[in-house]
Every structure is written in structure tokens, then in C-alpha cells.
């Protein structure tokens, strides 16, 4: 569904990105996960079109987006600080969004339900805590059902209700056979939701293992453990 072919990206001379190849598929949610300033960030925002590589290409269904701006319709995108007009009111913002997209696809709006979201659409956004943002955020990323789902830090800053109502949703999704991409600093978090993990560092992948490879290489049951005992290997 998505691959991403010898991705080189530079920013003046530093090179964030260094010849990434990567293949999603349909069916699996995909942890991106590694220090800050390893080239998480600049991958996604390459996926979505808002960085340009210096060299190589990105393929969606098969066909390169460089260029291209369509096959963002496709992707829900959850930033990991939502920023959106301080003097909107929460359902202003969602009318505003489903008025720009004017998709005749039937509206995903469980987690307005979940989130209990409607008892607030009159607040503004100015008023609200870092974690009724993320509800926002979440809402209209999973809003118009894309087959991609784009996540970067999803659970960060919400209560333990919220994170694990988020959660379920990315379970569910994942069964309906759409392709998850989370990026978390919270690895106890993908425990239960992941199926891949890709590890990178200094711009490059360091390993994209599937869960299962990845406990049974290190003869661990948890992720987390998982990870360290590759690193520590690997000094």
C-alpha cells in the first residue's frame, strides 16, 4: 500500500533521513518508534506530502506522490500537538473540517460518542487542556474512515479512560484491515495494538521486525524489554 524507496533528506547539511526503504501493508498497525531527532517525524511528514525527500520516492497503491495531493484523502492524520483557531468553538471546528472535505463517505463519529464530545462542541478551543485537544485531534483523524491512519504520539496527554477508549478504536480499525501507523514514546502503550515495530536511529531503520520476531528473537514477552535487549546488543 505504501512503499517508500531509497528516502534520502537533507536540511542544509544535516541529514535526517539516510536511504530508508520501507513497505506498509494493508492490515497492520506499524509502531515508528526511536530518540527524538532520529528522523520519525520527517518520515511521516514525507508520507503526507508536507516534506519533500531530497532523493528517492514514495508510493501509494502503487503509484508515486510526489507531487500529487489526492491520496491524502485516503489518510487520517493525528498530530501530536493539535493547533487549531483559539476563538472556534469545538463543533465549529468539526462542521469547518467536514465542510472543507465535503466527502460523501458516511462519517466515522464513534469517538465524538466515546469522548462524550458532543457536552463541550459550544466551548472554544482557547479553553480547552492538552487532552481535549487530542480528543479533537483523534475525532477528525479517524472522522472520514481513510484507509490509513497516521498517529504520532495518539495517547500522549489523555486520561487513562480516554487512552484506552483510543486504543480499542485503533484495535478495531487494524481488524477492518486498514493500515496503522503510530509513532509513541510510550512503548508499554503498544503492547496490545501493534503488529510491526520499526526501530530507527540517526535517520536510518536500525530493524522492522514483526512482534512475534521480535519476542521470540530476544526471549522476551515484552515489547519494551524486547527493544533493550537489541540495543544493549548492539553496543
Sequence with gaps: MIAIQNIYKKFGKLEVLNDVNLTFKKGECIALIGPNGCGKTTLIKSILGMVIPTKGNILFDEKSILNKYKYREQIGYMPQIGRY????TVGQIIEMIKK????NEVLDEDLIKSFELEKIFDKQMRTLSGGTTQKVSAILAFLFNPDVLILDEPTAGLDPLASEILKEKIIKEREKGKLILITSHLLSELDDMISQI???QEGKVHFHKTIDDLLE????QKISKAIASILKSKQ
Aim: hydrophobic residues 35%; negative net charge; without cysteine.
Design 100 to 103: 472543507i472535505r465535503n466527502s
Design 198 to 200: 520499526i526501530f530507527m
Design 217 to 220: 528473537s530476544t526471549n522476551e
Design 85 to 88: 483557531p483559539d476563538y472556534m
